[in-house]
């Protein structure tokens, strides 16, 4: 005889879709948010500011250099 108060204890799967969306948007804000989160004295200027950063290569005996990188946050001096 079968019973018809038999419940299965899973979850559907629009809402496991949910749920993984809602994991997928809070990790993307995290990285955002450190990537934004940088020292500005780290970057020389960077970025936004290949001036400053070329000025602080020349200042230890560089020939200038230029914001780099990921989102161009590094100060790459020229040789």
């Given at each position: 005889?079968?019973?018809?108060?038999?419940?299965?204890?899973?979850?559907?799967?629009?809402?496991?879709?949910?749920?993984?969306?809602?994991?997928?948007?809070?990790?993307?804000?995290?990285?955002?948010?450190?990537?934004?989160?940088?020292?500005?004295?780290?970057?020389?200027?960077?970025?936004?500011?290949?001036?400053?950063?070329s000025d602080y290569c020349r200042s230890?005996?560089?020939?200038?250099?230029?914001?780099?990188?990921?989102?161009?946050?590094?100060?790459?001096?020229?040789?």
């Amino acid at each position: 005889m079968c019973s018809s108060h038999t419940a299965i204890a899973t979850t559907s799967p629009a809402r496991a879709q949910v749920k993984v969306s809602k994991f997928t948007k809070l990790a993307l804000l995290v990285v955002v948010l450190a990537v934004l989160m940088t020292p500005v004295s780290a970057g020389y200027g960077c970025p936004g500011n290949d001036y400053e950063c070329s000025d602080y290569c020349r200042s230890i005996g560089r020939n200038g250099g230029h914001c780099g990188g990921f989102l161009w946050l590094t100060c790459q001096c020229n040789k």
